[in-house]
T-cell receptor
């Protein structure tokens, strides 16, 4: 298995531009998570999906952030318009069991997308 | 307010030595606690997951302990190797009804040297 796949690995954009991050979870997994990591705030859960349905988006910082999961093998995190404070590493993770009932299930993280907003 | 505090912030040890990382939390109602290892430039990898009823769990040279009464956890690394150099993140889950909230520590950066 290739693991969780994220693209692009690096993204540099200018303030005000739209940014779309992509994620392909591990085949057969039923939950998908988007995280953000910065030096100042550490790791933060932004949103998670069970069976392609958004369950908890309380971690999404602002309306500029949106996430979709049109099918079991693809998800996007979009920032529009982007701002310099959005610069961070964004991780996607997936797990076999759905959350939160099976919250002891292992989450598998992708390699992350390093976003720099100038 | 739910909080997870890790100590020390950073640590340097010689290869072959043991070390212990600490995680103190004020998360309620407690569901489980995870330790992750994150190599530089990579995503976190799960080391252990412990529920309320578990007080020790091992994964190779990594042993995690949990004291739910004092709300403390530790991660002990035995016979450290250069490849153990990484950040170690403690994450505590609170489960309320159908909602699960994760609270993350800021991590301990471990460097193992020759």
């Amino acid at each position: 298995d290739a693991g969780v796949i994220q693209s692009p690995r690096h993204e540099v954009t200018e303030m005000g531009q739209e940014v779309t991050l992509r994620c392909k979870p591990i085949s057969g997994h039923n939950s998908l998570f988007w995280y953000r990591q910065t030096m100042m705030r550490g790791l933060e859960l932004l949103i998670y999906f069970n069976n392609n349905v958004p369950i908890d988006d309380s971690g999404m910082p602002e309306d500029r952030f949106s996430a979709k999961m049109p099918n079991a093998s693809f998800s996007t995190l979009k920032i529009q318009p982007s701002e310099p404070r959005d610069s961070a590493v964004y991780f996607c993770a997936s797990s076999f069991k759905t959350w939160p009932g099976a919250s002891t299930d292992t989450q598998y993280f992708g390699p992350g997308t390093r976003l720099t907003v100038l | 307010k739910n909080q997870v505090e890790q100590s020390p912030q950073s640590l340097i040890i010689l290869e072959g030595k043991n070390c212990t990382l600490q995680c103190n939390y004020t998360v309620s109602p407690f569901s489980n606690l995870r330790w992750y290892k994150q190599d530089t430039g990579r995503g976190p990898v799960s080391l252990t997951i412990m529920t309320f009823s578990e007080n020790t769990k091992s994964n190779g040279r990594y042993t995690a302990t949990l004291d739910a009464d004092t709300k403390q956890s530790s991660l002990h690394i035995t016979a450290s190797q250069l490849s153990d150099s990484a950040s170690y993140i403690c994450v505590v889950s609170a489960l309320t009804g159908t909602a699960s909230k994760l609270t993350f520590g800021t991590g301990t950066r471990l460097q193992v040297t020759l």
